[in-house]
């Protein structure tokens, strides 16, 4: 058995590529049905039409504040989403905030990936404001999306020192590379605790 997913993605999508690396390479036990994106030019699509996974665009209206409730838009995800069946929705690097009637359809579904060692650092910006306050540990964190901005339940963390030499891209790019292991290793476990005995 796989876990069935649907990807949420807005750019560059090095996560929604560390998945498919980890499907590909028989680490993780899941099937990508669907990757949407609210960005018509998010790279991350041509990641996964190189694969032959189906894509959809569906527009985010940028004129609307970024945290804004958006049912609209909202019921446009939910109806390309729901007929799927998917077990998890995947936001990678998804830069729109979802409403809470998607996350009540999609209750304990819904998984993001975090530049930051939550609690600390919700928000945009992580990277800087770490390097700012002189923090030692950095990393990232997968949590269950509940409609209170990056603060649902805790399923993985993976830490980093950070160096006297990090500068926002390098703490970025270090990160970065700790996501794509933690992503597809976090997935992996949802896996094993539905299907292992
Ligand atoms: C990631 O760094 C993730 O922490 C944040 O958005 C970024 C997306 O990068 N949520 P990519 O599109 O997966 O390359």
């Not at 750019?11 to 049905?33: R, T, V």
């Amino acid at each position: 058995m796989k876990l069935k997913l649907v990807v949420l993605i807005s750019g560059y999508g090095s996560n929604l590529q560390a998945l498919i690396n980890a499907i590909d390479n028989g680490f993780l036990q899941a099937e990508i049905l669907l990757v949407i994106s609210n960005k018509p030019n998010a790279f991350g699509l041509e990641r996964a039409k190189a694969k032959g996974i189906m894509t959809q665009i569906i527009e985010s209206p940028a004129v609307l504040p970024l945290h804004m409730d958006h049912p609209d838009y909202d019921q446009q995800l939910i109806n390309a989403i729901q007929p799927l069946k998917p077990d998890y929705i995947i936001l990678a690097g998804f830069m729109k905030i979802l409403g809470t009637r998607f996350l009540s359809i999609f209750e304990n579904q819904v998984l993001n990936i975090h530049p930051s060692l939550l609690p600390h650092y919700k928000g945009l910006k992580t990277h800087a404001r770490v390097l700012k306050d002189g923090m030692k540990q950095h990393g990232c964190s997968v949590h269950i999306v509940t409609p209170e901005l990056d603060s649902g339940p805790i399923l993985g963390q993976a830490t980093l020192d950070v160096l006297p030499t990090d500068t926002e891209e390098s703490l970025k790019a270090r990160v970065q590379k700790l996501e794509h292991q933690l992503y597809p290793e976090v997935i992996q476990t949802l896996w094993r605790a539905r299907y292992e005995k």
